[in-house]
């Protein structure tokens, strides 16, 4: 039982943690990818949902907070140019 804890909830407790703290420290200007692949810049933040402004266009976009799955540290290159 004790292995079993250690190799399997342990490790997920810890990952849903870490998502947990990632989606609730979010802010104006962070730059995300969605679970959908959706690479997008935060323009603006409401109890549970999330303004995107996506492609070069700056179209706003609402997805949900949960549909997040990372804020990217890198620039993203798009179609030749690079998007800020």
């Known amino acids: 039982m004790g292995v079993f804890y250690f190799l399997m909830i342990r490790p997920q407790r810890k990952k849903d943690k ?3 703290d990632m989606l609730a420290n979010l802010k104006v200007g962070d730059r995300i990818c969605t679970i959908g692949g959706i690479y997008g810049t935060i323009s603006g933040i409401k ?3 999330v303004t995107l402004k996506v492609g070069k266009d700056n179209l706003e ?3 949900t907070r949960w549909a997040i799955r990372s804020v990217e540290e890198q620039k993203i290159e798009n179609e ?3 998007i800020a």
């Open 47 to 49: 109890d549970e949902t």
């Open 18 to 20: 870490q998502v947990k």
């Open 80 to 82: 030749g140019e690079l």
């Open 61 to 63: 976009m609402v997805v």
